[in-house]
């Protein structure tokens, strides 16, 4: 949801050009799509994910990355932990929209009223961090 709804905000912000966004999990496995409720959250404001695939976050990608944005603190500590060189450009979501770590919660297997309030939170970071770019 996150990619989708920052390239859609670069893209209103006439940024579009200006960044690469690729999403990668530290837990995914390779290949799956979008979840029912993820796609639909995101259709109701105008986001297409259907072509989203989840991925492995590996090295050769933490490595030709700018920027690691990444959703909790666990997230950050895992990917700092597995690729110590990366770690001057780690951070969680929170910390570059508003300087301060707070985790976004994970929606799955929560319900789609979850899967739409991490949408508000993620978009009220991400309109933060589109400024920003």
Not at 25 to 47: F, K, L, N
Not at 103 to 115: A, E, K, L, M, Q
Request: glycine fraction near 6%; charged fraction near 25%; proline fraction near 3%.
């Amino acid at each position: 949801m996150a990619e989708g709804l920052f390239r859609k905000l670069l893209q209103a912000n006439g940024k579009a050009g200006a960044v690469v966004s690729r999403s990668a999990g530290v837990s995914a496995s390779d290949g799956s799509p979008a979840t029912e409720e993820a796609s639909r959250v995101m259709s109701e404001r105008g986001v297409d994910i259907s072509a989203h695939s989840s991925r492995l976050l590996t090295k050769t990608i933490a490595d030709s990355s700018t920027l690691i944005a990444c959703m909790t603190r666990k997230h950050k500590d895992t990917i700092i932990a597995f690729f110590p060189e990366c770690k001057n450009k780690v951070y969680m979501l929170s910390e570059l929209a508003e300087g301060r770590m707070e985790d976004v919660p994970d929606p799955v297997f929560n319900g789609i009223d979850r899967y739409r309030s991490v949408a508000d939170l993620l978009q009220g970071y991400l309109e933060k961090l589109v400024v920003k770019v």
